[in-house]
């Protein structure tokens, strides 16, 4: 039905800033849950930010509704900030009851020092 790509990894510096795309296409009426999570190596997936607490310190969660596109805004990197990171959707599809759980693929955040 949805198909989430993201995209904006890289290597940067620390310091610098980071923007992270969260494309969804396909059946959508409207994205309600917007999470982005990160997971480092060896160490649990934590929850980055969220719809409900958009702004988190250096992390800014921003959509454009008309591209069905959500971003997280990283600023001041840090080397701990190194991490896969991942979006989450909740969607609620035209002619479908209920909402939808899709994850992104993950994309790679490599800060250093």
């Known amino acids: 039905q949805v198909q989430v790509v993201e995209s904006g990894g890289g290597s940067v510096q620390a310091g610098e800033s980071l923007r992270l795309s969260c494309k969804a296409s396909g059946n959508i009426f409207r994205i309600n849950v917007i999470e982005w999570y990160r997971q480092a190596p060896g160490k649990q997936r934590e929850l980055v930010a969220d719809?409900?607490?958009?702004?988190r310190g250096r992390f800014t969660i921003s959509r454009d509704n008309a591209k069905n596109t959500v971003y997280l805004q990283m600023n001041s990197l840090k080397p701990e900030d190194t991490a896969v990171y991942s979006c989450?959707?909740?969607?609620?599809?035209?002619?479908?009851?209920?909402?939808?759980?899709?994850w992104g693929q993950g994309a790679q955040v490599t800060v250093s020092s």
């Open positions: 719809n409900l607490d958009s702004v």
């Open positions: 989450h959707l909740g969607i609620v599809h035209y002619g479908l009851p209920g909402e939808r759980s899709y």
